[in-house]
C-alpha cells in the first residue's frame, strides 16, 4: 500500500484566494482525520470522518474551513478565502479500527499564504 | 487537552538504550497508551500502543506501571535517525481522536 496520500506537497497561494487540500487514506480504513501543525500551537485536530460521515468538526477554526469526504477513498480540506494566519502543515491520517496499528499519517502539505 | 505530561527533551548516546518516559495519572480503564514520533517535516509515525501489559515490537518496548499512571517507551539501541519529537497520547477504541501534546524532542547524539 503507498499510505495516505496527501497533495500538493506545498501550495504557496495569495490572501483571499481560495485553496483546496486532498487526501486519500489507506484502502480499507474507515476513519479520517485532518491535522493542522504550527510552531506555536502544535498538532491539532481539525476535524475527522467516520464511514465517511464528519464526527467532529469542533476543531475547525471558522467558518472559512470546510471539510468533505464524498466517498472512502478521498477527502478535502477546503480554505475560502484564505490568510496569512492559516499558514502551516496540514496532515491527514487514517484509521481501521479494530486494527493492529494506530493512525497512517500522510507526508502533509506545507501550505503557505502571502 | 492532552492528558499526559512528558519532558520536553532528552539527550541520548548513539547505541545506547534511550527511555522516555510519560505521566498520565488520569488514564481510564478502557483507554490505551499509544506513541508516536514525528521526524522533522514528516507526519508522525505509529511506534507502538498498549493497554496493561508490556508491549514489544520491532521498533521500541512499551512498559506500563501496574497502576497504568505512567509508562517508559523504550528504543533499545537508538541511532542518529531516532532523533525526532515523541509523543505520549492516551484514547479509548471507541472511535476516539488522537490530541497531541508537546511531546519529547529526543536527541540522539554520536
Known amino acids: 500500500d503507498a499510505g495516505v496520500i496527501q497533495s500538493p506537497r506545498h501550495e504557496v497561494t495569495e490572501m483571499g484566494q481560495e485553496v483546496t487540500l486532498r487526501c486519500k487514506p489507506i484502502s480499507g480504513h474507515n476513519s479520517l482525520f485532518w491535522y493542522r501543525q504550527t510552531m506555536m500551537r502544535g498538532l491539532e485536530l481539525l476535524i475527522y470522518f467516520n464511514n465517511n460521515v464528519p464526527i467532529d468538526d469542533s476543531g475547525m477554526p471558522e467558518d472559512r474551513f470546510s471539510a468533505k469526504m464524498p466517498n472512502a477513498s478521498f477527502s478535502t480540506l477546503k480554505i475560502q478565502p484564505s490568510e496569512p494566519r492559516d499558514s502551516a502543515v496540514y496532515f491527514c491520517?487514517?484509521?481501521?479500527?479494530?486494527?493492529?496499528?494506530?493512525?497512517?499519517f500522510g507526508s502533509g502539505t506545507r501550505l503557505t499564504v502571502v | 487537552d492532552a492528558k499526559t505530561t512528558q519532558p520536553p527533551s532528552m539527550d541520548c548516546a548513539e547505541g545506547r538504550a534511550a527511555n522516555l518516559p510519560c505521566n498520565h495519572s488520569?488514564?481510564?480503564?478502557?483507554?490505551?497508551v499509544y506513541w508516536y514520533r514525528q521526524i522533522h517535516s514528516q507526519g508522525p509515525q505509529y511506534i507502538i500502543h498498549g493497554l496493561k501489559n508490556n508491549e514489544t515490537n520491532e521498533m521500541a518496548s512499551l512498559i506500563i506501571t501496574e497502576d497504568r499512571k505512567s509508562s517508559t517507551l523504550i528504543l533499545p539501541h537508538a541511532t542518529l535517525r531516532d532523533t525526532a519529537v515523541y509523543y505520549c497520547i492516551v484514547f479509548g477504541h471507541q472511535g476516539g481522536k488522537l490530541i497531541f501534546g508537546q511531546g519529547t524532542e529526543l536527541s540522539v547524539k554520536p
Open positions: 491520517a487514517s484509521i481501521l479500527w479494530g486494527g493492529s496499528e494506530g493512525y497512517t
Open positions: 488520569t488514564i481510564s480503564g478502557n483507554e490505551y
